[in-house]
């Protein structure tokens, strides 16, 4: 049976506001030092500030936007890196529980977090952060989970009682 793509995107450039809210502050700032410190002999190298605050943002959205999560109708996958491209797989009958989060700044600007709890001890938690709520990804997540699951014959237990570490009553 192939597999088919439910989703493929990015998280939202509002992920990396801070960088570009610096690279905008950083220009003005720059020219205003210039002006005032020129007669004091600081010549433009007052501008690298402008410039490192430019390669930081710009390595910033590079990296977001390398980052790419595909959803497929039996695995999740996330492809990370620039220079070197790491995809780690998710197979989602092995997905627990799903946790959407939604601060007010991310509720305004119609993104949630999404938290992805499994079973697999490599990747115990994936966050799939500032993604679009309209996608409406949590519920298409579920239900491509409950399908796998039913498709391999899968089930997940919780296990009740005593864990490793937990004090007992020592009979």
């Not at 910033?60 to 936007?65: C, D, F, G, T």
């Amino acid at each position: 049976m192939s597999e088919d793509t439910i989703w493929k995107g990015t998280s939202s450039q509002w992920k990396n506001w801070k960088a570009f809210a610096l690279l905008v502050a950083s220009v003005p700032a720059s020219i205003a030092l210039h002006l005032r410190l020129q007669e004091q002999g600081v010549g433009p190298w007052i501008y690298l500030f402008v410039l490192v605050a430019g390669l930081w943002a710009l390595w910033k959205w590079a990296l977001l936007r390398s980052t790419v999560f595909h959803l497929t109708n039996e695995r999740l996958l996330t492809t990370s890196g620039i220079l070197t491209k790491v995809t780690n797989t998710l197979e989602l009958y092995r997905i627990r529980d799903l946790q959407v989060v939604q601060p007010l700044m991310l509720r305004l600007l119609g993104l949630q977090n999404i938290a992805i709890f499994t079973s697999d001890a490599s990747t115990a938690e994936v966050p799939l952060r500032f993604v679009h709520a309209s996608l409406n990804l949590p519920d298409r997540i579920r239900q491509c989970v409950e399908a796998c699951r039913t498709k391999k014959n899968v089930r997940m237990m919780d296990v009740v009682g005593e864990q490793p570490g937990d004090v007992g009553t020592g009979e």
